[in-house]
C-alpha cells in the first residue's frame, strides 16, 4: 500500500507546524518520496536530530506503507 503526498505532508505538519515542505516522487509508484523539509524547531538539533523529529511522524509506517523517504532538513 502506498502513501499520498498529502498524507505525508499531513503527518510532517501535525508533528512539526511550523515545518516548510516540498515533497518530490523519487519514483512513479507511492512509495519512494524524498522531502526537504524547513524549521525553527530544527535549530542547534544536529542532523540526525532533525531526521528523527520527521521520521518520528510516521511512526510504524515508515518502513512499510512508505518505504523509503530521503529527507533533507534545514532549520530557518
Keep these: 500500500m502506498a502513501m499520498e503526498r498529502s498524507e505525508i505532508e499531513r503527518l510532517i ?3 512539526i507546524p511550523d ?3 516540498e515533497i518530490t516522487a523519487l519514483a512513479d509508484d507511492g512509495d519512494h518520496w524524498a ?3 524547513k524549521s525553527e ?3 542547534g538539533k544536529s542532523r ?3 531526521h528523527q523529529m520527521v521520521n518520528k511522524a510516521f511512526g510504524e509506517r515508515l518502513g512499510g506503507e512508505l518505504h523509503a523517504l ?3 532538513t534545514i532549520a530557518l
Aim: hydrophobic fraction near 60%; charge should be positive.
Design 13 to 15: 505538519k501535525v508533528a
Design 19 to 21: 515545518a516548510v515542505i
Design 35 to 37: 522531502a526537504s523539509v
Design 41 to 43: 524547531s530544527f535549530r
Design 48 to 50: 540526525v536530530q532533525q
Design 70 to 72: 530521503a529527507l533533507t
